[in-house]
């Protein structure tokens, strides 16, 4: 991993260019508190004026006391300039604290401020976005490192009072010797180069090392989580997840030590380099005192002033490269906040037809997953009649749950289109669509959260108490409320104290409640079923049936029992509509529906 002086190069201009992230980052700290951010800037650049006013008021004492040994009187004031070098320390302190207070409260407001902005943003992105792996990565940076800025937005802060007081400092040798100061700052370069590129090196293998994190913060979840417990002891699993972690962070571990050696053993012979500079003027500084050149009260101002500029340049190199190199981890989330979605409602998007008087019209639909080649829909034709039941049956992978993401619109067809009441979906308002569909997927929602809030979370803000009540008398939900302790309060999971968790199939039964609080005009189930048995899942469709009776629903299911109460079923194979029509006629059919019904009917004979 040598780098070479044209990748050294390249990554320099990546860094530089990473700077463009910064404005965008101080309207973020300027959104998160103006108050507060311009009473930080204010004790930074009084703060940054008092190691030269402090050198200034002793260089007088000093010469006072000299002049005083050689026989002359003390300076009329003297004893003032002793009380103001006393008064700069305590303000010098004072304006320290008040800063630190100024930071503290400024950390809090920006984590909040950014960790909001990220929120919201990600709940506009398209489902797409979170499918892709790449920019999963992307978001997970953009997430956990978003609020770890507030250190870089402090060193924004710190470098402006580094470069006021060194410039300061600066002033005050110049005015004796500029040649000093030349020499301090050629000795600095080295070492900031030296510093920034290990820097950028460290971004590079972090950046590179993200998917073996990934897998081993998968492997520390799944050793230790609820959901795998069972089998991991049953299949003695324990030992192989903790060997893959060991043998995963091995790799990162040397890694990262073969990175910090080389850092190490640059880094202490630039740092030798900017020691000896900084001697060698202090020694010429004593020399000329020496010689009579300079008197007592310069030689103490130089030497305060070489080393406060010495340290002072070091450290703006040193926080400056920090800075750009934090500016890097921006990227991510500047990136992040720009991303915008595609699936978004048009400027002259219309509401969602209420009622539907026509249904939905697939037509000619053909969807691939971004980034992958197979067509998962393949020209398919598909009505759903307004008031029309339709069961969705195909074996898996054929895409029932791709078909619900684009009656959804969480995806757009790749070709073709779909129309409700004759318009192409696209027409429509998203928010006020999705607001006309209730579904619960197969994955659905487990809220950690109170039972109450379970349900009222399918239709939040709106749902007044008896609402929720109804729907949970509608979805059986009840019946497992009433017997937690604390009923509609009680908080439900295992994750928080006092939380109480609930079998996969009363979790399901508070998901149906969710949709059925829903005002939707259609309701779709994808499998939510499938960890129920037989019978449960039969009165759950029962059920369902009922109460979807004359509105619009589509189910999924692999149970032919359930199947059987729709107004219509269809095949999905190959990506189209195989076969469709009632029970009977699919029967009679004799093609895949028989098959697969027959296959399913001998598994209970
Ligand atoms: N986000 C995705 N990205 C890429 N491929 C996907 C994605 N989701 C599903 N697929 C693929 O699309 C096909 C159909 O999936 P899906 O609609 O979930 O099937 P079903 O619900 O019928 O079991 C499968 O081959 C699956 O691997
Ligand atoms: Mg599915």
New binding site residues.
């Given amino acids: 991993m040598a780098a070479s002086p044209h990748s050294f190069l390249g990554s320099w201009k990546e860094r530089i260019r990473a700077l463009r992230n910064i404005p965008p980052l101080l309207a973020l700290v300027w959104q998160s508190g103006r108050g507060v951010v311009s009473g930080g800037a204010v004790c930074r650049i009084s703060a940054a004026l008092i190691p030269l006013s402090m050198l200034a008021v002793s260089k007088r004492i000093l010469d006072g006391v000299q002049a005083h040994f050689s026989g002359r009187p003390l300076p009329t004031g003297f004893w003032y300039l002793v009380a103001a070098e006393f008064g700069l320390a305590v303000l010098g302190s004072l304006i320290g604290r008040v800063t630190g207070y100024f930071d503290a409260l400024l950390a809090d407001r920006f984590t909040r401020h950014v960790s909001i902005r990220v929120m919201e943003h990600a709940s506009r992105l398209d489902l797409e976005s979170y499918e892709d792996p790449v920019f999963y990565d992307k978001l997970e940076r953009a997430r956990v490192q978003a609020t770890d800025r507030i250190a870089m937005v402090q060193a924004i802060g710190t470098v402006v009072q580094q470069v006021i007081t060194a410039l300061s400092l600066s002033i005050g040798i110049v005015w004796f010797s500029p040649w000093l100061l030349a020499l301090l700052v050629i000795a600095v370069v080295p070492a900031f180069l030296g510093e920034s590129h290990f820097a950028f090196e460290g971004y590079s293998l972090n950046i590179g090392q993200t998917p073996v994190r990934r897998q081993l913060d998968y492997l520390r979840t799944l050793g230790a989580s609820k959901e795998s417990a069972k089998e991991l002891k049953l299949f003695g699993l324990s030992g192989f997840l903790s060997g893959e972690y060991t043998r995963l962070s091995n790799l990162l571990y040397d890694q990262n030590v073969h990175l910090a050696r080389r850092r190490l053993v640059a880094s202490a012979l630039l740092s030798l380099l900017s020691t000896a500079a900084y001697y060698g003027a202090y020694a010429y500084v004593i020399y000329q005192t020496v010689l009579g050149r300079l008197s007592w009260g310069s030689l103490q101002f130089l030497a305060g002033a070489l080393a406060g500029a010495s340290t002072n340049i070091q450290n703006i190199f040193s926080t400056f490269s920090s800075i750009a190199d934090q500016s890097l981890f921006l990227t991510d989330l500047v990136e992040f906040l720009r991303v915008q979605p595609r699936i978004d409602s048009k400027p002259d998007a219309i509401p969602a037809p209420r009622p539907i008087r026509d249904g939905f019209s697939f037509e000619r639909v053909s969807f691939t997953y971004p980034k992958t080649e197979r067509l998962v829909l393949d020209g398919l034709d598909l009505r759903i009649e307004r008031g029309e039941r339709i069961a969705l049956i195909g074996e ?2 054929q895409g ?3 078909l ?1 993401k684009l009656l959804t619109r969480l995806y757009d067809p790749t070709a073709g289109r779909i129309l409700l009441d004759g318009v192409d979906l696209r027409e429509y308002n998203v928010e006020d669509l999705h607001s006309q569909i209730g579904v619960i ?2 994955d659905f929602v487990r809220y950690e959260m109170s039972a109450r809030e379970n349900i009222a979370a399918g239709s939040i803000g709106t749902a007044g108490e008896a609402a929720v009540r109804l729907a949970a008398r509608k979805s059986r939900a009840e019946d497992v409320i009433l017997r937690l302790p604390r009923g509609y309060d009680q908080l439900l999971g295992r994750r928080f104290e006092g939380g109480v968790d609930l079998s996969g199939g009363e979790w399901q039964k508070l998901a149906l409640a969710r949709a059925y609080l829903r005002d939707a005009q259609i309701l779709v189930l ?2 939510p079923t499938a960890s129920l048995d037989a019978p449960s899942e039969y009165e759950v469709f029962q059920r369902f049936a009922e109460l979807t009776a004359g509105r619009m629903a589509l189910l ?1 299911s692999h149970r032919f029992s359930t199947v059987r109460m729709a107004d219509r079923i269809v095949v999905l194979a190959d990506g189209r509509i195989a076969e469709q029509g009632n029970h009977h006629q699919l029967v009679a059919l004799g093609g895949r529906y028989s098959g697969m019904f027959e296959l399913q009917a001998s598994s209970y004979r």
Avoid: L
């Fill in positions: 898996n992978g029932k749950t791709t619900v997927f197969q994808d499998e999924i």
